[in-house]
């Protein structure tokens, strides 16, 4: 290709390039053009509907208004501007809304009333507590959910979560929520209604349950000892989660079940 070819090819396609941002340009100044024009046209709408204090009083002294009038209403404040839109005229006349007081639910009462329960000041305080017992119930499940998408299930059945303070899967097809003995009644009513029945035999500590293939060497009292040490630690996570004000009494009622140690007890709520 000739050299005058290839420049003029060059020459050509910056021509074009200008040009395309020369339309580019036109195009964002029509557009402001058009919004400049709208804007101004708002502007002439609202002046239109301003009001002024010349025209409020003789609002005011006209025959209609003081027909209806009330001699004791305060008067509007004055102002020191010339005109007073008709956005600030109806701001003077709107009355705040006082926020309704929230009712305050049984649940939210008897949540209350948990927190003078007798519990122990003693760190080292990992003895017997016959006030206060803990149990899992056991349930089928079908697969292994998100806690906080299972939390929401249960929440659908009316369960309340409140008193719910754990929740693991201690082997395939069950899941394990612990509760106060308490919420036992209620939690039963919950489930019957539904037709949910729990799975009373159920033992953690069962070696059937260890499904890993990494232990499936291990047997006699070594697969034991795994069940038990597997079983541990699933409930000492579940205390470092469980809120503040009960973590020390479930902790001591796993000790009373011979669950763990008062060491280990110890270890999971500092």
């Known amino acids: 290709v000739p050299l005058w070819a290839k420049a003029f090819k060059q020459q050509l396609d910056f021509q ?21 024009e709208q804007a101004k046209a708002r502007i002439a709408m609202l002046e239109r509907f301003s009001v002024t204090p010349t025209a409020l009083a003789k609002f005011g002294a006209s025959s209609n208004a003081s027909k209806y009038s009330d001699a004791n209403y305060p008067a509007l404040p004055t102002t020191a501007a010339t005109n007073l839109s008709f956005a600030a005229v109806a701001s003077v006349a709107k009355k705040p809304i006082q926020p309704k007081p929230k009712r ?11 927190i003078f329960e007798v519990s122990s000041s003693n760190p080292e305080d990992i003895g017997s507590d016959q006030g206060s017992s803990y149990l899992y119930v056991y ?15 249960l ?16 082997a395939r097809g069950v899941v394990a929520l612990l509760i106060h003995q308490d919420y036992q009644e209620d939690l039963t009513k919950i489930l019957t209604k539904y037709k949910i029945t729990s799975i009373d035999n159920f033992n953690p500590l069962d070696i ?5 293939p990494a232990l499936a060497h291990l047997e006699g009292d070594a697969r034991i000892a795994k069940a038990t040490s597997i079983h541990q ?5 579940g205390i470092v989660f469980i809120r503040a004000n009960v973590r020390r009494s479930v902790a001591r009622n796993f000790v009373d079940k ?10 999971a709520i500092e």
């Open 16 to 36: 074009n390039t200008r040009l395309l941002q020369l339309e580019t340009v036109m195009n964002e100044n029509a557009k402001l053009r058009k919004e400049l």
């Open 104 to 114: 305050t639910t049984s649940k939210q009462r008897r949540a209350a009333a948990r």
């Open 139 to 153: 349930l089928p499940n079908k697969y292994r959910d998100r806690l906080k998408d299972f939390r929401n299930k």
């Open 155 to 170: 929440k659908k059945l009316g369960v309340d979560n409140g008193r719910v303070l754990d929740i693991n899967y201690p």
């Open 208 to 212: 059937s349950h260890i499904s890993d």
């Open 233 to 237: 630690t699933r409930l000492l996570r």
């Open 258 to 267: 011979g669950w763990i140690s008062k060491e280990q007890a110890a270890e």
